[in-house]
Nanobody
Framework: QVQLVESGGGLVQPGGSLRLSCSAS????????MSWYRQTPGKERELVAF???????NYANSAKGRFTISRDNAKSTVYLQMNSLKVEDTAAYYC???????WGQGTQVTVSS
């Protein structure tokens, strides 16, 4: 069974940094594209960052220059390094695999002073 487990969220001040992790299992990780989404109450889930199976990356405009997505195929893990965090980055963050509509339970990021 496909399983995605997000971790690394927490409370951080504006301008701070967090690194999110998503541990994956139940599929061939190296053959899958991975992405990070985020969602706040009352809003649709939005794409934040994407990484292909070969390492090509794409970012939402709001994330460009601040966030970096990466992957470690040996660990079946995808990361999201989040720098210069803003209040508007507050959301539940989820990872997704290209193999299907599979989601973890998410990890909460709260940016507040």
């Amino acid at each position: 069974q496909v399983q995605l487990v997000e971790s690394g969220g927490g409370l951080v001040q504006p301008g701070g940094s967090l690194r999110l992790s998503c541990s994956a299992s139940g599929f061939t990780f190296s053959n899958a594209a991975m992405s990070w989404y985020r969602q706040t109450p009352g809003k649709e889930r939005e794409l934040v960052a994407f990484i292909s199976r070969t390492g090509t990356t794409n970012y939402a405009n709001s994330a460009k220059g601040r966030f970096t997505i990466s992957r470690d195929n040996a660990k079946s893990t995808v990361y999201l390094q989040m720098n210069s965090l803003k209040v508007e980055d507050t959301a539940a963050y989820y990872c997704k695999t290209s193999t299907g509509a599979y989601w973890g339970q998410g990890t909460q990021v709260t940016v507040s002073s």
